[in-house]
Nanobody, 116 residues
Framework: QVQVEQSGGGSVQAGGSLRVTCVASGNSLCIFDMSWYRQAPGKEREFVAV???????AYSEFVEDRFTLSQDNGKNMFFLEMNRLKQEDTAIYYCKIRGCDGRPNWGQGTQVTVSS
């Protein structure tokens, strides 16, 4: 079983930066990849970005080179650095760790609020 803990996020003015962190733990931990999703009020959860254990990444179009994924393999930590934030980036951001068995494990969510 994979435990997922999120931290970071917060409030910032438009144009600012924030980082959210995801840490995976568990016995015999085997991670296939890690993804970030977000859910804005009144909207469905949407995909933001994904990184695999070889640090290959993919981003949604709305990211527009503003966000960067990285990881510390040794500590099973994953980071989403968000720059040039816009008001429409306001949402709860969720980390999803996919185990080598294909099962998804979700974090508790982290609020990101961008004001004008």
């Amino acid at each position: 079983q994979v435990q997922v803990e999120q931290s970071g996020g917060g409030s910032v003015q438009a144009g600012g930066s924030l980082r959210v962190t995801c840490v995976a733990s568990g016995n015999s931990l085997c991670i296939f990849d890690m993804s970030w999703y977000r859910q804005a009020p009144g909207k469905e959860r949407e995909f933001v970005a994904v990184i695999d254990r070889r640090s290959r990444t993919a981003y949604s179009e709305f990211v527009e080179d503003r966000f960067t994924l990285s990881q510390d393999n040794g500590k099973n930590m994953f980071f989403l650095e968000m720059n040039r934030l816009k008001q429409e980036d306001t949402a709860i951001y969720y980390c999803k760790i996919r185990g080598c068995d294909g099962r998804p494990n979700w974090g508790q969510g982290t609020q990101v609020t961008v004001s004008s």
